[in-house]
C-alpha cells in the first residue's frame, strides 16, 4: 500500500544524505570535503483515520498525513474532504418563491 494523502497528495519523495568530514575554514580548518552521498527517502507520516462529517451524518474512512489532520481540525472535515475531492459535495435544496 503507497504513503499517500488523499487530502494533501504527499507521497514518498526521494533526496540525498551527505557525508563530510574536515574542519570549516572559518574554524581554522581547510574546509568541509564531501566523504559520500547515500539516496534516501522522506516518507510522509500517513494514518488511517476514521472522521465523523456532522453534514453527511456518518463516518468517513480516509488515509491522511499529520498535516491534513491539522487542516481539517481547524477548517472542518466536510470543507476539506470536498475540497479535496475525496467526498461529493451535498446537492443544494431549491427554494420555491412565493
Known amino acids: 500500500m503507497s504513503r499517500l494523502c488523499e487530502v494533501t497528495g504527499r507521497r514518498?519523495?526521494?533526496?540525498?544524505?551527505?557525508?563530510?568530514r574536515g574542519l570549516p575554514k572559518w574554524?581554522?580548518?581547510?574546509?568541509l570535503k564531501t566523504t559520500g552521498i547515500t539516496l534516501r527517502k522522506f516518507k510522509p507520516n500517513t494514518q488511517k483515520r476514521r472522521i465523523w462529517v456532522p453534514e453527511l451524518n456518518s463516518y468517513v474512512?480516509?488515509?491522511l498525513c499529520t498535516k491534513a489532520l491539522k487542516t481539517i481540525n481547524k477548517k472542518g472535515a466536510y470543507r476539506v474532504l470536498v475540497g479535496a475531492g475525496v467526498i461529493k459535495p451535498l446537492k443544494q435544496k431549491k427554494k420555491k418563491d412565493k
Open 12 to 20: 514518498t519523495e526521494s533526496g540525498r544524505k551527505i557525508a563530510r
Open 27 to 31: 574554524k581554522g580548518g581547510i574546509g
Open 61 to 63: 474512512r480516509v488515509k
